[in-house]
Each structure stands twice: as structure tokens, then as C-alpha cells.
């Protein structure tokens, strides 16, 4: 399986992203994705999944903000991002599971068998 993330850039506080998950490698539309980010300095933190059953988790911070939908079609997962606050940036990452189908918050670490290389958000004042 080969993931490859894009739309990450440089916006304004309060602006839009759009971040794509190109899913390769795999012949069957159920899986889980997780989108995941790190800033400068700290740990990786999940923001986002969407389970196999299309099932979806947010963490408390992008709640409302930040929303993750699947195209079967393109086997694409996007990650819609308004509103973006000075705790957003960081290198962001997805991460793809053929092993979860409904999340009731962002799996492990372990639960994840392929990870992207990520892109980058900048968030400025």
C-alpha cells in the first residue's frame, strides 16, 4: 500500500486547506484513515479518521472545523480544514488501516500498516 498526501501550504489564520490521501495498492474500498500531525518540536498527534464503515472521529481541538470524507472512486481521503488556528501547522501526515472498520476515536499507532511522507501547513497571522 502507498499513500501519498498533497494540498498542504501557507495560510492566513482563519483560512481554508484542502488535504488529499492518494491510496494505492490496495484493490478493496473498505479501510480506515487516519490523518495525523506533527509540529516542530513535539509528538505526533492524531486529528482525524474515518473507519472502514465511513465512520468518523475528531479530536476535540479540530471538532467542527476539520472534516475527513472518503471518494471510493479515486480511492482518495480528504481532509477539509477551515478556520485554521495557530495550533494547526505542522507536517501532516495519513496513515492507512485495512484493520479497523468503525472508530469510536483515533486508533494507535500500531493499528496503522503504511504511512505517508506527509505535506506541510503553515498558519500565518
Not at 498542504?8 to 484542502?18: A, P
Not at 492524531?46 to 471518494?71: E, H, L, M, P
Not at 481521503?77 to 505542522?90: K, R
Request: charged share 20%; with cysteine.
Amino acid at each position: 500500500v502507498r499513500l501519498v498526501e498533497s494540498g498542504g501550504g501557507s495560510v492566513q489564520l482563519g483560512g481554508s486547506l484542502r488535504l488529499s490521501c492518494a491510496v494505492s495498492g490496495y484493490r478493496f474500498k473498505s479501510f480506515c484513515i487516519g490523518w495525523f500531525r506533527q509540529a516542530p518540536g513535539e509528538q505526533r498527534e492524531g486529528v482525524a479518521a474515518i473507519g472502514g464503515d465511513d465512520s468518523t472521529f475528531y479530536i476535540g481541538s479540530v471538532k467542527g472545523r476539520f472534516t475527513v470524507s472518503r471518494d471510493n472512486t479515486q480511492k482518495t481521503v480528504s481532509l477539509e480544514m477551515n478556520n485554521l488556528q495557530p495550533e494547526d501547522p505542522g507536517m501532516y501526515f495519513c496513515a492507512f488501516s485495512d484493520s479497523v472498520n468503525n472508530i469510536q476515536n483515533i486508533p494507535g499507532d500500531r493499528w496503522f500498516h503504511a504511512w505517508g511522507k506527509g505535506t506541510p501547513v503553515t498558519v500565518s497571522s
